[in-house]
């Protein structure tokens, strides 16, 4: 079983930054691609952007393309969404996803997290 908890979300004015974490609990942790999406309410899932296992691919969705950017640490079990020049529209709940490979078109991941608030004001 993969667990995944997010941390991070928070209220932070336009332009500003913030930093997700998803940490995972469960073995091979390298050995999962981890996706980030968001959702509001009445809009469906989004997606944001993947990293592959091993950290050396990433792909991202043209919205948040040159001010998001997802890294990863392996020894920590943990994958990070760094939010740069944050705008309102961001504002969503942010989940972040593991599926065993690597895949820029994929919309189905194994395993979930609870989902952590972003609040962009303007």
């Known amino acids: 079983q993969v667990q995944l908890v997010e941390s991070g979300g928070g209220l932070v004015q336009a332009g500003g930054s913030l930093r997700l974490s998803c940490t995972v609990a469960?073995?091979?942790?390298?050995?999962?691609?981890m996706g980030w999406f968001r959702q509001t309410l009445g809009k469906e899932r989004e997606f944001v952007g993947i990293?592959?296992?091993?950290?050396?691919?990433?792909h991202y969705a043209d919205s948040v393309k040159g001010r998001f950017t997802i890294s990863r640490d392996n020894t920590k079990n943990t994958v990070f969404l760094q939010m740069n020049s944050l705008k309102p529209e961001d504002t969503a709940v942010y989940y972040c996803?593991?599926?065993?490979?690597?895949?820029?078109?994929?919309?189905?991941?194994?395993?979930w997290g609870q989902g952590t608030q972003v609040t962009v004001s303007s």
């Open positions: 996803a593991a599926r065993r490979i690597f895949d820029r078109t994929a919309n189905f991941y194994e395993y």
């Open positions: 469960g073995r091979t942790f390298s050995s999962y691609a």
């Open positions: 990293i592959s296992g091993s950290g050396l691919s990433t």
